[in-house]
């Protein structure tokens, strides 16, 4: 009986050994926490820049981005509390809350009268440092989710408020929209508000270099900004922009410390790409999400059983489908490396010079001649010559953009999404040839990739709603 009673007490002693060696490594707390966002980027966006990258490197099949191969994968719905098909501030408080609410509202709930506590302040409150960025302004609707609460998305400059009174560490990307508010007649900006506050601002690239952790509370924008205080595409930066990964890498500098961070980091003009259904732009800002989540895996590398990455997005735009009946089963996504620059900004620069000419037929030389530079359109060196058919297309897109009727911009905002019909015809007629179509405009209902490598990473694997991304975050830094 004694020896019996040796064995099991044996036997009991094993298990908890065993229990004290294997529960800390699979309940390790998540120190370290980036939440990354493709604004628009569903499976098809993903998966067509995997699909591109083997192209124009002459492999076939997919080339894994640096998310793509993370080991737990799952899916999440993105439906907003009273529309099937959401908005980025209905699914950006989902995502930062863990509530649904309806569109455009805040991180507030439906009627937009009670305040969520978002993850992030969560964080904060919790002791950990906290960094939000964003290649769209600051105060957009998906970075503004995490910090502010209002009851409608264009109450930018009320946002901006928000924003200097969140006593968050770090912001880095997009500027302000309406640093002066809606009508320009605040009596306060924006920026002066956030510096009355405590936070430093840097706007050029030699301040962004030279900060550091002693600089306190920072907002660092981009050195070149658009009108709408966003980063350029990425199709559209040159050497002297600051990437969204510069942003990653200077705010890990900013926020590392003992106790640990959060850091949101989205990359918003994947969505206005899509938007546009500009496929080439899609991918080059898909690429600047990977190159981003790219940092944050060097981190996590050093830290691998503290740091937790999720990778995400917040709805899907546009559509996107990776083929085309007029191809039927053929692709040839290396046809759009030939795109060098955005339907925004081809927009703008066929805009300029349509107004600068009056000839039509020296206006269309001339248009012809942009399409070749810009896309490798009529290039029979590049598989793109135009077929008859084609250059009536851009013929006919020509004269519309020539119009300036009422009418005629009326078409323009449901034929051609509001951009010029020149660029349209273009993007679209490169897009079928390498074999992507697109069915919307606009966002789709289709449930989001989502990605995660790290401590708790388990807790991303399968299908859930995007209100559970939040709350798995919680478990995994065991703030609830």
């Not at 981005?65 to 009273?82: K, Q, R, V």
């Not at 264009?154 to 990307?173: A, T």
Request: one cysteine or more.
């Amino acid at each position: 009986m004694l020896n019996k009673t040796k064995q099991f007490s044996g036997k009991l002693l094993l298990i908890f050994f065993l229990l004290f060696i294997i529960l800390p490594a699979t309940a390790q707390k998540a120190k370290y926490v980036f939440l990354f966002i493709g604004d628009g980027m569903g499976l098809a966006a993903a998966a067509t820049t995997q699909a591109y990258l083997a192209s124009v490197n002459d492999t076939s099949g997919f080339q894994n981005l640096s998310f793509t191969s993370f080991p737990a994968i799952g899916l999440a719905t993105t439906h907003a509390g009273n529309r099937f098909i959401t908005c980025s501030a209905a699914a950006g408080t989902a995502l930062a809350t863990g509530n649904k609410t309806s569109i455009n509202t805040i991180s507030m709930d439906t009627k937009g009268e009670n305040k969520l506590v978002t993850i992030a302040e969560e964080a904060r409150d919790n002791g950990f440092k906290v960094g939000i960025i964003s290649s769209v302004s600051i105060d957009h609707a998906t970075p503004a989710t995490f910090y502010a609460h209002q009851p409608d998305r264009d109450m930018y400059y009320e946002i901006s408020l928000d924003l200097g009174k969140s006593n968050f560490n770090y912001f880095g990307g997009g500027g302000f929209y309406q640093p002066f508010g809606k009508n320009g007649d605040a009596t306060i900006s924006s920026y002066d508000f956030a510096k009355q506050n405590g936070y430093t601002i840097t706007q050029t690239r030699a301040d962004f270099d030279n900060l550091t952790p002693a600089s306190g509370k920072v907002i660092a924008t981009g050195n070149i900004l658009e009108s709408s205080g966003a980063l350029r595409f990425m199709i559209d930066q040159t050497a002297e922009d600051i990437p969204l990964q510069d942003f990653v890498k200077k705010g890990i500098e900013m926020l590392d410390n003992k106790k640990g961070f959060f850091m949101m980091c989205e990359e918003g003009k994947i969505d206005w790409a899509a938007h546009s259904n500009d496929g080439a732009t899609v991918i080059k800002n898909v690429l600047a999400l990977d190159k981003a989540v790219n940092v944050a895996l060097d981190f996590y590398k050093n830290h691998p059983k503290e740091t937790l990455i999720i990778v995400t997005a917040d709805h899907e735009t546009g559509g996107l489908a990776m083929g085309w009946a007029g191809t039927k089963y053929e692709s040839n996504l290396k046809l759009l490396q030939y795109q060098d620059i955005s339907m925004e900004h081809f927009s703008i620069f066929i805009d300029s010079l349509l107004s600068s000419t009056t000839n039509d037929t020296t206006a269309f030389t001339e248009t012809m001649a942009a399409l070749k530079t810009h896309f490798g359109l009529d290039d029979p060196s590049k598989m793109l010559q135009l077929k008859t058919d084609e250059k009536a297309t851009i013929e006919t897109a020509f004269y519309k953009a020539r119009e300036r009727s009422e009418k005629a911009k009326a078409d323009m905002r449901s034929t051609y999404s509001g951009d010029n019909p020149v660029a349209v015809a273009a993007i679209k007629m490169l897009n079928n040839r390498s074999g992507l179509s697109w069915g919307s405009f606009a966002h789709t209902g289709i449930p989001v990739p989502v990605y995660a490598i790290g401590a708790g990473s388990e807790l991303f694997d399968g299908y859930f709603d995007n209100t559970d991304i939040p709350k798995n975050i919680y478990k995994a830094m065991k703030l609830k």
